[in-house]
């Protein structure tokens, strides 16, 4: 990476319930890879990565922080908080507890994080509501887009259905988030 500098420096949170997919998503974000059966005690907790802006011409180096098995505890401090630009707020598209809950773990974020973070609303795992071929996989989506959509909207949440297994969406969730910061720096919110 010799040579290769950045231009802002962003720090991300990930928050949500257990099991959405949270170390998934980093993992997949830092690594392009997918683990099926990750070891929920050794959560990831940090990742770094590089993403290119084009429109702005700027890179951004994302830092990101999972909450690495401490939701269950409710114990996330304000230090995790501190400083993060932005969060995705994660759900499990086959999991409409883990919708349902989103609403209290926003309620955390507004509570503890900087008012101007930008958060985003990722339903996480679309790749189980996909047609497989083999008649398995379809119909098991929980939580109807429309409906998540909608929430995100009246919340102020930027939204993206993404999949840590496919990877569809996840750097254009973090780029999404990413160019929201740059515009709100750019009009000095
Ligand atoms: P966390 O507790 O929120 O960090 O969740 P994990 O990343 O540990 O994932 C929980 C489980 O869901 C694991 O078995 C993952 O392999 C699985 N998982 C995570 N993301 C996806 C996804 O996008 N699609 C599918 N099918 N499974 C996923």
Redesign the pocket.
């Known amino acids: 990476m010799a040579g290769i500098t950045w231009h802002y420096v962003l720090k991300f949170i990930?928050t949500?319930?257990?099991?959405?997919?949270?170390?998934?998503?980093?993992?997949?974000l830092t690594d392009q890879r997918?683990?099926?059966?990750?070891d929920?005690t050794l959560?990831?907790e940090f990742g770094s990565k590089l993403i290119e802006i084009p429109e702005e011409g700027k890179i951004v180096k994302l830092q990101c922080w999972?909450?690495?098995?401490t939701?269950s505890f409710r114990s996330i401090t304000r230090s995790y908080y501190r400083g993060a630009a932005g969060c995705l707020l994660?759900y499990?598209v086959?999991s409409r507890a883990s919708f349902a809950n989103a609403r209290s773990w926003l309620a955390d974020v507004r509570e503890h994080a900087d008012p101007h973070l930008t958060c985003i609303l990722v339903g996480?795992?679309?790749?189980?509501c996909e047609e497989s071929g083999e008649g398995t996989?379809s119909g098991r989506r929980e939580v109807p887009t429309e409906e998540a959509e909608r929430w995100a909207e009246e919340e102020g949440l930027l939204f993206v259905e993404?999949?840590?297994?496919?990877g569809?969406n996840v750097e254009a969730a973090f780029e999404q988030a990413s160019r929201d910061i740059l515009d709100k720096i750019k009009r000095g919110v």
């Open positions: 990930i949500g319930d257990a099991a959405v997919g949270k170390s998934s998503l980093l993992v997949r997918f683990l099926a059966n990750p929920p959560g990831v999972d909450t690495a098995g939701e994660v499990d086959t996480n795992k679309v790749d189980l996989s993404a999949s840590a297994k496919s569809r």
